[in-house]
């Protein structure tokens, strides 16, 4: 079960990331860039969230491989 759930997290992540890098990419972003000084909130919160997500799914499923 703990596999399952891992190999979740870590798709989850990976489109999150994939989404996030999308959204960061975007012409909203681009203005908030140019004017803010970094992306739309959105997209950074997609690219921390897919971030921890995949390295929570690689660390569960590699647990056991590091024993």
């Not at 992540?13 to 989404?19: E, I, T, V």
């Not at 990419?25 to 203005?31: G, K, L, P």
């Amino acid at each position: 079960m703990r596999k399952v759930i891992s190999a979740a997290l870590l798709v989850g992540g990976l489109l999150l990331l994939y989404f996030g890098y999308q959204e960061y990419q975007s012409f909203q972003s681009e203005v908030d860039q140019l004017f803010g000084g970094s992306g739309s909130d959105k997209a950074i919160w997609m690219l921390v969230g897919g971030g921890a997500a995949t390295i929570g799914g690689l660390m569960g499923l590699l647990r056991d491989k590091i024993k």
